[in-house]
Nanobody
Framework: QLQASGGGLVQAGDSLRLSCAVSGDTLSTLAMGWFRQASGKEREFVAAITWIHGTEYYADSVKDRFAISRDNAKNTLYLQMDRLKPEDTAVYYC??????????????????WGQGTQVTVSS
């Protein structure tokens, strides 16, 4: 199970940190990611991290502003979001990549999803 939290209403330029608590079958977790879905748009990749080595991947739109991390001891995934922009407004989802997949940026490669947390950035 994945439980996302940390969303909220902020102003442009502010920061937020999202958290995702992972429970259940954590031994099969090789990579985790964050996706987002704005109203009326398709879900898009934001960032991902491999669970053991911590290799990070980012969408170009958030690179240099967002940072993904994980705490293996706490089984928790984080997304630090700095210099937020109105176009970052979306519901943010954490997800676990399927152990059978090697794809990192495609939502179809992820088999477990959190419930989503709303991030709203006002201008």
């Amino acid at each position: 199970q994945l439980q996302a939290s940390g969303g909220g209403l902020v102003q442009a330029g502010d920061s937020l940190r999202l958290s995702c608590a992972v429970s259940g079958d954590t031994l099969s977790t090789l990579a985790m990611g964050w996706f987002r879905q704005a109203s009326g748009k398709e879900r898009e990749f934001v960032a991902a991290i491999t669970w053991i080595h911590g290799t990070e991947y980012y969408a170009d739109s958030v690179k240099d502003r967002f940072a993904i991390s994980r705490d293996n001891a706490k089984n928790t995934l984080y997304l630090q979001m700095d210099r937020l922009k109105p176009e970052d407004t979306a519901v943010y989802y954490c997800a676990r990549r399927s152990p059978q997949s090697s794809v990192i940026r495609n939502a179809m490669a992820y088999d477990y999803w959190g419930q989503g947390t709303q991030v709203t950035v006002s201008s």
